[in-house]
């Protein structure tokens, strides 16, 4: 069998979401209109009818993704803020030391990856260097911008 991901609650809640609304509400739609298109007559230039066929095949595509995912998921339920090194699913509070400017990462999985948002994978360069990091400790992370230094200000 794969191998299993780790994921919080709140993200596995979120793929049976986005799998029921594939399931129920998208596909369904596209089905209509790929019938409607094939109802238009000649299909081999039919571009509504290649467009339906093509959404489909992506919705079916994602539905053995989510589905896949959602199989191998662990829920990974802790109380990070109680935990004495920082954990998947912990959000750090970090101060950059050549720069002085305070950040905040959230550990994720690599499905649940989303930099503008501060969700960074616990694969990630910065993600490898906080794992296991206590409140104070100060650590260096090689990136392809170069060399830096953060220290571990909370997590919760």
């Known amino acids: ?5 780790a994921t919080t609650q709140a993200d596995y809640d979120k793929m049976v979401a986005e799998l029921d609304d594939i399931k129920h509400v998208q596909r369904p739609a596209i ?6 298109a094939r109802a238009n007559g000649d299909l081999s230039e039919n571009a509504d009818y290649h467009a339906a066929k093509e959404k489909l095949a992506e919705l079916d595509a994602r539905i053995g993704f989510l589905e896949d995912r959602l199989m191998r998921s662990q829920i990974i339920s802790h109380d990070t803020a109680g935990a ?3 954990t998947f699913g912990a959000t750090v509070s970090v101060r950059n030391l050549a720069t002085g400017r305070p950040m ?8 649940s990856v989303n ?3 501060g969700r960074i994978s616990t694969e990630s360069p910065i993600g490898k260097a906080l794992l296991g990091a ?3 400790d100060k650590v260096e992370v090689k990136t392809p911008r170069g060399v830096n230094q953060f220290e571990i200000l909370d997590y919760k």
């Open 1 to 5: 069998m794969a191998d299993t991901i």
């Open 31 to 36: 089905i209509v209109d790929l019938q409607a």
């Open 84 to 86: 004495e090194t920082v």
């Open 104 to 111: 905040e990462f959230t550990l994720v999985s690599s499905d």
């Open 115 to 117: 930099p503008a948002e």
């Open 134 to 136: 206590k409140r104070g």
